[in-house]
């Protein structure tokens, strides 16, 4: 996919003005900062050419409206309704009235331009600070028109940063289980849509089950377990050739596989003769290794980002609790000591959480909690949900929830559904069929 | 100082505590092995504790051979019931010594889905290990699990989960 993504930065300014405006993102965010996206201002006959390969009348206006959406959706940001704006998008971009916006209370301004230049796309946006009447930023992209969504994405990457002093996470995938049918025969596919939920496409036909679908660091590769002839085995993707071989030559089912932080190797469960270990296979040399070694059930690793630690789900003390080792197995610390079943623990990108999901007296909790297993935090609770994924840049979770079905056992749903770190900003995740097992990609732009 | 006093006293007291409620735990233990659990667990209706009883969902591999055995929340553990299950289904397959079958374990909706995976897996095995210490060989019986993936009863309830709780026998050939 990134082959087909020819993007060149033109033009950086920094301001050397300290911003004035902030975004506190470590607090729940009750008042979101009102933001004015202009619609990105083009000349007649770009939009003509535009309107020709893309068919899209104004894809000014439809760039803003991607940035607009990722804003509102972030939760942090609350862009203003356009047709309370006062000065037209081509003289905004130039220099705006900071009067007229500000009259409108918004304290942030977006405005930009979009030209077709030698074939190609070319934008340029600038952010501005309406209080202090200042430029805060202003870049230029060129890349193919088909990129235009992209390109919506990336600039909400910029303006996040600028405004929270973190990275964004607008500019990534999402790879999910598409499901279907009664929940006794559920058909379920890979599919894959950018984080807003455009661009859906399934990757498998739904022949064979399939689950629990992961990135590779670069986003370029899944690995995921398929029941490819009824032998449940751990499945390397590549998702833009579309080839797919079988990871390892296993004597039995593989499955809860995710990639190493470096790429190059998979770590998985094989289970055999009722016990399941934890082993990895280097992707290079196609080595082996023993991680774990207990009767019991160990399932479910993750890596710490800097690669030295997993944390993993045992049921060693008799029920499923979280726990970590280093990263060649040894130095098994229990980290879950709450009330209640803890699973699926996945180690933030940030490296200073775990997030979790929760069983506790017949309600299921997605919960996150220092990699000690200090510092727990609930963030939601309902019927059942499962399975939290970071967002890149560790201030979000993506995870699936399903419905309790009713008397005739009907009424079931998967659903994906996103919650922020603080607990808020709890949203769901539009796809085109039922849907679970969610893993969301690194930046893409990176 | 007079907090660190009362502290010792407590922990001692605690020991002791401890080690009564350790042996009372013990003889509860051996009178409910005796009393085969029938004094502890509830019967209800097409349950045993959490463990289902009923033939709703039992399909025969011959007549008088159950296909199925079923499991209590997070167990792998063969109930009486399933013991006598497994013993029909040995007695089956040594008649039939040309038939292999697949262990189809599985797990209710309410867990996560990678452990409900190696749960199902070490439930189909509870059931191989045991037809296994009943003559049947290894290389007749393969193992499957589909973890949470296929319940046979699609209710959100403790009766439909007490249903999916199990491991099938199903014939390969």
Known sequence: ????????????????????????????????????????????????????????????????????????????????????????PDIANLKPRFEDWNLIKAQALITGKVSFVNEKLRVEFRLWDVLAGKEMMALAFTTVPNNWRRVGHI?????????????GYFDTRIIYVAEEGPKTKRIKKLAIMDQDGANNKFLTLGNEL?????????????????????????????????????????????????????????????????????????????????????????????YSPDGKYICFNSDRSGYQQIYVMKSDGSNVKRISFGKGLYGTPVWSPRGDLIAFTKLHKGKFYIGVMRTDGKGERLLTENFYQEAPSWSPNGRVLIFYRETKTDTKGEGFSAKLWSIDLTGYNERLVNTPTDASDPSWSSLLSN | MKKLIIRNIDQGALMKLNKILKNAFLVTLACLALSACATSKKTTGQMQGDVYTGTDTVEYLASGVPDRVFFATNESVLTTASRETLRKQAAWLRKNSDITI????????????????????????????????????????????????????????????????????????
């Open chain 1, 210 to 302: 399939v689950l629990t679908p992961r990135f590779n660091p670069t986003s370029q590769m899944v690995t995921y377990l398929s029941y490819f002839r009824n032998l449940p085995r751990v499945y390397l993707l590549d998702i833009e050739t579309g080839i797919q071989e079988v990871v390892g030559d296993f004597p039995g089912m593989t499955f809860a596989p995710r990639f190493s932080p470096d790429g190059k190797k998979i770590i998985m469960s094989f289970a055999k003769d009722g016990n399941s270990e934890i082993y990895t296979m280097d992707l290079e040399n196609r080595i082996v290794e023993k991680i774990t070694n207990h009767p019991s059930i160990d399932t479910s690793p993750s």
């Open chain 1, 155 to 167: 600039i909400t990457d910029k303006v996040y940063e600028r405004l929270t002093g973190e990275k």
């Open chain 1, 1 to 88: 996919m990134n082959k087909y993504l020819t993007l060149f930065l033109i033009l950086f300014i920094p301001t050397k003005s300290l911003a004035l405006i902030e975004v506190d993102i470590t607090r729940g965010n009750l008042n979101p900062l009102p933001i004015a996206v202009s619609p990105l201002s083009i000349d007649n006959e770009s939009k003509q050419n535009f309107e020709k390969i893309l068919r899209k009348k104004n894809i000014g206006l439809e760039i803003s409206s991607v940035i607009e959406n990722n804003l509102k959706i972030s939760g942090l940001f609350n862009p203003l309704n356009k047709d309370a704006f006062l000065q037209a």
């Open chain 2, 102 to 173: 697949v262990l189809e374990g599985h797990a209710d909706e309410r867990g996560t889905r990678e452990y409900n995976l190696a749960l199902g897996e070490r439930r189909a095995n509870a059931a191989k290990d045991y037809l296994m210490t009943y003559g049947i060989s290894s290389d007749r019986i393969s193992v499957l699990s589909y973890g949470k993936e296929r319940p046979v009863d699609s209710g959100s309830n403790p009766l439909s989960w007490s249903k999916n709780r199990r491991s099938v026998s199903v014939k390969a050939n």
